[in-house]
């Protein structure tokens, strides 16, 4: 689904392309209950600032739904290699 959703053109599995790695993101939010909610709005509604100062654009082809399960795949990855 991140690949039909062109995600994975800013986003590598685990390090930071033009956004940051999935991986990154799950590590970041791994103890933060309300992260699957935050992200999900965030991926529909876009992002800037959280990561630094590149834009992520709003993703309006996703759905709310797709954006739930893409918040919770984002978030179920593992941590990256330090
Ligand atoms: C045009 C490039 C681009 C595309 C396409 C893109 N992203 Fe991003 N994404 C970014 C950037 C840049 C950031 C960092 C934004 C920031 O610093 O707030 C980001 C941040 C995120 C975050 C973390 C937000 C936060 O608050 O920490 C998630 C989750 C995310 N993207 C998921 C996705 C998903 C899922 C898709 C596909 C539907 C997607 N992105 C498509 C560039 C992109």
Known sequence: M???NACMACHG???K???PGFAQIAQRYRN???APVRLAAKIR???V???GR???PRQTQV???DAQALARWVLSQPDPPS
């Open 54 to 56: 590149v834009i992520m």
């Open 2 to 4: 991140a690949r039909r």
């Open 32 to 34: 933060d209950a309300e």
């Open 13 to 15: 599995l685990v390090h």
């Open 63 to 65: 759905s709310e739904a």
């Open 45 to 47: 509604n876009g992002s």
């Open 17 to 19: 392309q033009v956004g």
């Open 49 to 51: 600032g959280t990561w």
